[in-house]
């Protein structure tokens, strides 16, 4: 993306579910997080850059790039870049961007997983679920079934309630769900 060609490291930490997630969205493409997070901040950087300078910044600037590259196609990619004002990195990731797409159309990439099992849906409850604010006495029964120790699913199965709802007033009340030793 940038025509200086000297580097400089950058390093910081992100939170593990941060990094799966990097993790899944690079895989498809046969990079590495790490590589997957550079893209994306080398994107976010240019967006910022644009956006202080006045320019165009959002989804639709770099679609009008590509069109543009993808109509200039069958040419060298320095032609590319030149004529478009464009970094000649980004014309060769858009044009190996496009490979990939045609290889995939042509032999699409075997699936690691087998696919999943097809399961008939669970039966519906007898009741709907309950959702809304906690009444009073169900506050009473949560109470008492967590100082016993019991789960935020067993907790919703007696009140008849969403698991996440009950999660979701455990979370917002301490007071009354004070955290277990688990919850850290």
């Known amino acids: 993306m940038f025509n200086d060609q000297r580097v400089q490291q950058i390093s910081f930490?992100?939170?593990?579910?941060?990094?799966t997630n990097l993790a899944k969205r690079a895989g498809p493409l046969n990079i590495k997080p790490t590589e997957y997070a550079r893209r994306l901040f080398e994107a976010a950087y240019a967006a910022r850059v644009a956006g202080e300078r006045g320019q165009q910044t959002e989804d639709a600037a770099l679609d009008h790039q590509v069109r543009q590259v993808f109509l200039l196609a069958d040419c060298?990619?320095?032609?590319?870049?030149?004529?478009?004002?464009?970094?000649?990195?980004?014309?060769?990731?858009m044009l190996e961007g496009w490979r990939q797409v045609a290889r995939d159309l042509v032999d699409p990439p075997a699936k690691a997983e087998k696919p999943a099992e097809t399961k008939a849906p669970p039966p519906p409850p007898a009741e709907p679920m309950k959702t809304g604010a906690m009444e009073a006495g169900e506050i009473s029964v949560i109470r008492a079934l967590w100082r016993e120790g019991k789960t935020v699913a067993a907790i919703a199965d007696t009140l008849g309630r969403a698991h996440k709802s009950v999660a979701n007033f455990a979370m917002r009340n301490r007071d009354i769900c004070p955290p277990r030793k688990a919850d850290k």
């Not at 930490?13 to 990094?19: D, H, L, N, S, W």
């Not at 032609?79 to 990731?93: D, S, T």
């Open 13 to 19: 930490a992100v939170p593990t579910v941060v990094f």
């Open 76 to 93: 060298e990619p320095e032609f590319i870049a030149e004529a478009l004002l464009l970094p000649l990195e980004r014309v060769q990731r």
